[in-house]
């Protein structure tokens, strides 16, 4: 069975701080896509990032970078020089490709302050 | 606006009623997807749809049911309510998981 934890379950950070949201996954098929949505207080689930299994090549898109490592079964999430804006559960999912349906594995989500 | 269309966005009512929570998937998007997100229990998957059949069953109360319609639309009915069912859901809709999953904005319930 799939499962997705992410330990830390808020973070408190000043404006302008970095701040690395963990995520370890745990699945047995070799081929699966792993994701991260962000929450705002609002409530709608904003689509981040999306992952498969094959590609572990970082990626960068503005102040969010993400960390793919297979070996340590791990997707980790950073926010650089953070901002208000960004106050809000991020949530990471896991997603195995399976013939008879793909349904999303989230883990608890991370509740992440920023303060100004 | 994500594409895909939850309505109505709250609904309350009394324990033991029910009610009937509608998703219109993305253009193109045949797989529909509905999650529960409660305090206690988290963001959980319920149910899948594809073109119409059902795909996978996650932790769905029998009390639970949904369909998907020709059109492609799904909804889902919950019946015999009760406080616990107060929950976020969510719909979602797919082309195929390469391609991810787009999110509507949710139906708040409220049992009271």
């Known amino acids: 069975a799939q499962k997705v934890t992410q330990a830390q379950t808020e973070i408190s950070v000043v404006e302008k701080e970095d701040v690395t949201l963990d995520c370890v996954y745990e699945t047995r098929d070799t081929t699966y896509y792993l994701f991260w949505y962000k929450q705002p207080p609002s409530g709608e689930l904003v689509f981040l990032i999306r992952r498969n299994s094959f590609d572990e090549q970082n990626e960068i898109s503005g102040r969010y970078s993400w960390n793919f490592q297979k070996s340590t079964s791990s997707f980790n999430f950073t926010i650089t020089a953070s901002q208000v804006v960004d106050s809000a559960v991020y949530f990471c999912?896991?997603?195995?490709?399976?013939?008879?349906?793909?349904?999303?594995?989230f883990g608890g989500g991370t509740r992440v302050l920023v303060k100004p | 606006d994500s594409g895909v269309t939850q309505t109505p966005k709250h609904l309350i009512t009394a324990t033991g009623q029910r009610v009937t929570l509608r998703c219109s998937p993305r253009?193109?998007?045949?797989?529909v997807y509905w999650y529960q997100q409660s305090l206690d229990q988290g963001l959980q998957f319920l149910i899948h749809y594809y073109n119409g059949e059902e795909r996978a069953k996650g932790n769905i109360l029998e009390r639970f049911s949904a369909q998907q319609f020709p059109d492609l639309h799904s909804e889902l009915n919950l019946s015999s309510l009760e406080l616990g069912d107060s929950a976020l859901y969510f719909c979602?809709?797919?082309?195929?998981?390469?391609?991810?999953?787009?999110f509507g904005s949710g139906t708040r319930l409220t049992v009271v």
């Open positions: 253009s193109g998007d045949l797989s």
């Open positions: 979602a809709s797919s082309e195929a998981v390469d391609y991810g999953y787009t």
């Open positions: 999912a896991l997603s195995e490709r399976k013939a008879a349906g793909n349904k999303l594995t």
